[in-house]
């Protein structure tokens, strides 16, 4: 299902629903929490940055199996396991909250250390640190929020060659290398 694409300013309040939705994602994983690393991703976790009001979380776990047992805890907390996502996102398992459009919480389920985990947030914290470049991803999601408002799949690709631009640069790559994953 498609919906349309909004990009809002910044809200303060996204840090706190992080934060909020962290307790409930801990308090579901019982004794593998000790193990884990969750990190808030997404242009949300960037101060002053336009974004998708949604709140983009990643799990960072030892082994990507580890979760399964804690599935029904976290559909308890309200993440609904995307299964469909599998085909696409084999390196990762994808939690949504609510379980129906609009969405306001997305968890990223994957292996610490995995490209995926240091590609997200390689990206984050260089937009963090340089205010310019936030700047720049902004007023290109506005862009192509625009031109795609009802395509979320071409907006999303349509942001992937500045994304492998930064990547690149952050791991000191020329930006027309390929990026492993």
Not at 100 to 129: I, Q
């Amino acid at each position: 299902m498609t919906t349309h694409i909004d990009i809002c300013v910044y809200a303060p309040a996204w840090l706190q629903r992080f934060l909020t939705e962290r307790q409930q994602i801990l308090s579901a994983l019982g004794p593998l929490a000790d193990a884990c690393v969750i990190e808030h991703i997404g242009s949300t976790a960037v101060p002053g940055l336009a974004a998708k009001p949604i709140i983009d979380i990643m799990l960072g776990l030892p082994a990507l199996n580890n979760i399964a047992p804690y599935i029904p805890a976290l559909k308890s907390a309200g993440f609904h396991l995307q299964p469909q996502m599998a085909a696409a996102m084999p390196d990762r398992h994808y939690f949504a909250k609510p379980a129906a459009h609009p969405r306001e919480v997305h968890l990223h389920a994957v292996a610490l250390d995995s490209g995926f985990w240091r590609d997200k947030l390689a990206f984050r914290d260089a937009l963090r640190a340089d205010g310019h470049l936030a700047e720049q991803y902004a007023d290109l999601k506005r862009q192509l929020a625009q031109n795609h408002s009802d395509d979320r799949a071409a907006y999303t690709d349509a942001k992937s060659a500045f994304i492998a631009a930064v990547l690149a640069a952050a791991a000191g790559k020329p930006h027309d290398q390929p990026l492993s994953r």
